[in-house]
């Protein structure tokens, strides 16, 4: 996605478009909800899409009108914007977010914070008071409570969360040091609404025999199990689709069958995410376990895997009974606890080897219970003595081949046979993979170095030569690592 300003369309608004790009860094997601109508307005003049896939993507956008959609809209325009539209994602994220949108709070939130420590340095190194580094920080927490609010902070919000609480307690003490240099502390800015509630589950309902020792430490433990978690991720189908289409062009039918499946839940009258049970059959180093990363990440649930390859018995799968010294609930629950959400998107990889391992009890047979919608409500855990309610969860399977597989677990999954993606779909693999690479660092994509023209021709060239995505991607971390440091960011 680039902006236009100077297309004849946009010349009678270039002021409204380029405030609509920056209201995000000066307003909070109260003032931006206001002037929703206007800020899409603009917006939607000044976006252009560079092939179909963005084209698509923001048509959905427009014609849903949702947080959802504009959010799916930020992540693709991120992967994109160069230094002349690098507000555009964090406009739209601020869009989507002040319509309740969490996941684009906290990016809007983490960015701020970000312009917040960079403007500190730089008032530091000139000596001006820091009026404009404090503002920013203030208005990074009131994304972040607006993104918190009501959920369990855990994972990277919760080390945005400390970052912010530590820099407000500092916050007094830089505001009585301007005063005491002549300088009016910057007025406190107002608490952002509680979001409202959004629907939870209680996933045990109580730990049984919890007058033992074991059972009261596990009782302690797994108290967050025993209240209502939250269940996650109201996008909406055509969101969703656009979204992961325009990452993984060569997984279209099982795009087609998550967007189905959560298109008929809405019609339902269910506001949080699920999707029906899937099995992804494909050649190894195609994105598989990738598309069930994204796929969680743009519902907005937690994410587990699980390697049944490696797997020796069941018992990774459906822990460990109470007695033994290892004893652990099942992984769902783990997961949960971990996540804070009651419907994790779960992956189960190489389910194909582990079907064919009977040594001490086969993962696929307990596999099946948890399938089923009416056994997985009413699971008995061994390790908390607990009917839990496993319902909720979205299981994504994937094997390399069918071979071996029962028709027991067949019956019960939607079976996508993926081939390799080809030639054609490469700008999308490699775009994806510089994305993920900079979420694993904790950066920014804009911030990593450009990769060399010649060298994404020779990576090009060696996957259609039959070289796996898998093996495409640490070519990629090795070669922006060997980048000089001259070249500098990518813009």
Known sequence: MTIDLAEPSNRLMPHAALGALTLWRSHGPEAIKRSQADSLAALTAVTVPQNEREARLLGAALRSGDREAMWALAVACAGSADSEDADLPFAWAALAGALGQRAACLAVAQRLFELAQDRRRKENLTGAPQRSGRALAALARRWFQRASSGFTVIGAPQRLARALATDAETAPAAAATAAAAGAKPAAAAPAAPAAPERPGLVVVREVGDIKSKEGAALAKTYEALTKPLPLAGSIGAEALAAALDAEFPWMAEAVERVADGVSLLRRAGHRHFRARPLLLVGPPGIGKTRFARRLAELAG???????????????VLAGTARGWHSAQPAWPLITMQQTGCANPVLLVDEIDKAARDERNGRMVDKLLSLLEPETARRWHDDCLLAQCDLSQVSWV???????????????????????????????AILQGLVI???????????LLPSLDPAAADLLRRRFEGGTSIRKIRAAVERLLARVPELDGPRH
């Open 397 to 427: 399977l994937a094997a390399n081949r069918l071979d071996g597989l029962p028709d027991a677990l067949l019956s019960r999954v939607a079976v996508v046979e993926l081939r390799r993606p080809t030639g054609r779909h490469f700008d």
């Open 436 to 446: 993920d690479l900079a979420k694993e660092l904790g950066v920014d994509p804009r």
């Open 301 to 315: 649930t937690g994410f587990g895997f699980l390697d049944a390859g490696g797997a020796t018995d069941n018992r």
